[in-house]
């Protein structure tokens, strides 16, 4: 079982910079971890994922250059840390995980459905 709970969601002006940071307990060292946000009225996106063990990343299109996501696994954290934010951006900010396995894809990872576990969410506002 994994356990993922976010942190540092806040509210931003568009153009400003934030960074989210998701505790991962139950063993990161093998889970491959993923960003993935709702804004209201619109499904939840994938935005960015990182592999377990060497940490190659994966970015939605609508977010690459401005978004990079990392992982500390001594601290068992992953970040997210968002630049130029955009009005669009805002939302709730889901931490999701899933076992990894040597199948695993970058398509996988921009897969919403294919998560496991799940956290609570942290709420980004932007304001103009």
């Known amino acids: 079982q994994v356990q993922l709970a976010e942190s540092g969601g806040a509210s931003v002006q568009a153009g400003g910079s934030l960074q989210l940071s998701c505790l991962v307990t139950g063993n990161i060292l093998t889970a491959n971890v993923a960003w993935i946000r709702q804004a209201p009225g619109k499904e939840r996106e994938a935005v960015a994922g990182?592999?377990?063990?060497?940490?190659?990343?994966v970015y939605a299109d609508i977010v690459k250059g401005r978004f990079n996501i990392s992982r500390d696994d001594a601290k068992m954290t992953v970040y997210l840390e968002m630049r130029d934010i955009a009005p669009e951006d805002a939302g709730i900010y889901y931490c999701?995980?899933?076992?990894?396995?040597?199948?695993?894809?970058?398509?996988?990872?921009?897969?919403?459905?294919?998560?496991?576990?799940w956290g609570q969410g942290t709420e980004v506002t932007v304001s103009s």
């Open positions: 990182i592999y377990a063990h060497h940490g190659r990343t």
């Open positions: 999701a995980a899933r076992r990894r396995a040597w199948t695993d894809t970058d398509e996988d990872f921009l897969t919403v459905g294919w998560y496991k576990f």
